[in-house]
Nanobody, 122 residues
Framework: QVQLVESGGGLVQSGGSLRLSCAAS????????MGWFRQAPGKEREFVAV????????YYGDSVKGRFTISRDNAKSTSYLQMNSLKPEDTAVYYC???????????????WGQGTQVTVSS
């Protein structure tokens, strides 16, 4: 049973930065694609980023391209989401996910963390 635990959320001013972490346990981390989704109040869950396990290729949602960077450390079974130039519209609960392959479709991922709140003030 894969368990995912996010950390690093908080309150930041517009233009600031945060780094989210996702610690995984159970399963074989290096064989999982690791990703992030977010959900703001009253909105649908939105794809943020994913990193493949086989070649570390990365994919991003259009709204975060050029500002966010996803990475992974297989030795620590941890993935990261570096968020720069944050905007108020980035405010949401951010969820870590893992699955067999990268996808922007939330239903593709069987494993979800509990979420961490990111709030960007204007």
């Amino acid at each position: 049973q894969v368990q995912l635990v996010e950390s690093g959320g908080g309150l930041v001013q517009s233009g600031g930065s945060l780094r989210l972490s996702c610690a995984a346990s159970g399963g074989t981390f290096r064989f999982y694609a690791m990703g992030w989704f977010r959900q703001a109040p009253g909105k649908e869950r939105e794809f943020v980023a994913v990193i493949n396990w086989s070649d570390n290729s990365t994919y991003y949602g259009d709204s975060v391209k050029g500002r966010f960077t996803i990475s992974r450390d297989n030795a620590k079974s941890t993935s990261y989401l570096q968020m720069n130039s944050l905007k108020p519209e980035d405010t949401a609960v951010y969820y870590c996910v893992s699955g067999s392959a990268p996808s922007s479709w939330p239903n593709h991922y069987p494993n979800w963390g509990q979420g961490t709140q990111v709030t960007v003030s204007s």
